[in-house]
């Protein structure tokens, strides 16, 4: 299975959620056992290389790959969550999105110092919302090894947003 495999999967939804935004649909990829296996393995090798001791996920997307991920490597989740979700004391980060603008959440006790996280979301547009993510995982005393994604939109400019961090995104549009 290659990432141009799971490239021509995913499904451009035009004008959703707004007019202008081309979605770039990735439940094709949930709904097939092999592609969702083989993407979920992706992530997996990056957590082995980066030695992660956590995984962080983003609301909502990535929580779906990221969970299956922790459960092969045995490893811990921390939810970074739109504000208003998480039950606990959080630190939260407000930040523009490609359509429109979002606060994210984490706990304050999501991770022991220093611990090593990789953070996981489906797809880098704009990079705010890994941006937010990362500042509020090293906020709350973890070390972001690498910020990997499924799918990168280039033209969007994201990693500028992400100087300072590793990123894999191995599906690129
Ligand atoms: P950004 O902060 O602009 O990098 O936006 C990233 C978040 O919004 C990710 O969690 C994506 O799931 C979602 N997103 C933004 N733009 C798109 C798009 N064109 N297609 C699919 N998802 C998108």
């Known amino acids: 299975m290659t990432a141009q495999e799971l ?5 451009d939804v035009p004008d959703f959620p707004k007019p202008g935004i081309l979605f770039k649909d990735i439940t094709p990829i949930l709904g097939d056992p092999v592609l969702f ?4 393995g992706l992530f997996e090798a990056r957590c082995r290389l980066r030695e992660a001791q956590k995984i962080a996920v983003i ?7 990221g969970a299956a991920v922790a459960d092969r490597l045995g490893l811990g989740l921390a939810p970074v969550r739109k504000k208003g979700k998480l039950p606990y004391k959080t630190f939260e980060a407000s ?4 359509y429109g603008s979002a606060t994210l959440t984490v706990h304050q006790d999501a991770f022991k110092p220093g611990e090593r996280v990789i953070l996981v979301d489906d797809l880098l547009a704009t ?3 890994a941006a937010a993510s990362a500042a509020l995982i ?4 973890g070390k972001v090894v690498e910020i990997a994604f499924l799918v990168e939109l280039t033209f969007l400019n994201g990693r500028e947003k992400l100087k300072g961090y590793d990123v894999f995104a191995p599906i690129v549009f």
């Open 95 to 98: 930040y523009d999105l490609e």
């Open 59 to 65: 609301d909502a997307r990535g929580f779906l790959f």
């Open 138 to 141: 090293e906020r709350a005393g």
């Open 37 to 40: 296996r083989a993407a979920v």
């Open 127 to 129: 990079g705010g919302t």
């Open 7 to 11: 490239k021509a999967a995913i499904r």
